[in-house]
């Protein structure tokens, strides 16, 4: 209409007048515009939750995936809120939820990284002695146990503690299942230990244990048996692999410590459940008699129970023995009934090692366990 009546004007005022109004009418309709919206993507070739994800509201910051540095490398968790931050604005996945999130997904490298996460730990004595010595320590120096966990019956909910005693050295892991490739029904555990840590050298036929348990929701287990398994065995080499193997279908040894707490709480009364006081103290004493062994000059004992682990190191064994009437070597460890794997409970079994070369032969490290009867007072077993 504007231009209608601008026909007598000059031509070079008419067209500037036409370009002043059409800047105008381009202003206009960009104040409806959704300057922040999404690329174009192609909705037909996704799945639905693919779609509902996409347009889902979040921040994405692709630049956090491309980095290897950014992956979490401890898996020292104690519960299983396994969350790390997805950007700077503290947007949290579970790494189940990475795994099935689209966008990560299209990032090829991370999520392989995610899913293909493979599960290596050295023991803390050898961490602390690789430290000590400025990382030098050679690969040599180490021997393999690899644990294969079957995961064929468990809910890949929660995490797995993995606690093993081997050659004198320690572990304690925890292991989200939500980063464990759905798609398996095991899952592959390498545990490093040293060969030689000056008292005690590694060879066979000595014996070490390892445990396994899976913990759900601990809000709800933590009065109960956790569902678990434990191996205790021999070294098979002392220069290549060694393999254990946890939660085999024929292993018994949940199914025993679940008869305990079930007789216990029967005898308590039907369907009353056990003391529930977590003030109580659960004592384990370990007693190794050395009458055979007088000439021991250092020992050291290790005790685990549900998922815990506690170590003493005597230094000067002959002083002790100048002592005993016996020649028997005894500890008491006292461990809270509550721990982080909830409440320790009469049938929980418990493990203890003592290790040295002095003990040579027939065994440098000797292993042995039992089931919890009582709190408060001293659940005795020789080691040896």
Known sequence: MSCILLINVNKVTFKLICIFISILFAFHISNDLDLNGLYLVNTSALEDNEKENIYSSYIF????????????????IINNNYNYNRNSNNNQLTLQQQLEDPQIRQQGKFYDQIKNRKYEFTSIESKNNEKNN???IKSDEYVTFQTVL????????????LVAYINGQSFKEDIPLSAVDMSKNK??????????IGFVSLDTPDEFFACAYHVKDINR????????DCNEADVQSSDGKNKVRLFKPSSMVYSDSNTL???QTQQQGQGQQHDSKED?????KIISPLSDRKDTKQLKIAVAIRGQIQIQMINDVQEE???????????????DRKTDLGNIQIGDRFHACVSSDDLNPPEGQECEKRLVKKFNSPNSLPAR
């Open 261 to 263: 707490y079930n007789e």
């Open 280 to 284: 109580y103290k659960v004592l384990l």
């Open 134 to 136: 400025d990382n030098n």
């Open 187 to 196: 899952l592959n555990v390498k545990l490093k230990v040293l060969k030689d």
């Open 321 to 335: 023995l100048d002592k005993s009437k016996d020649y028997t070597i005894t500890r008491t460890f006292t461990f």
């Open 61 to 76: 910051d692709p630049s956090e995936y491309f980095e290897e540095d950014n992956m979490p490398q401890n898996n020292n």
């Open 221 to 228: 287990e933590k009065n109960s048996i956790l569902y678990f």
């Open 150 to 161: 079957n995961l064929a019956n468990i809910e890949k909910t929660g995490f797995i503690r």
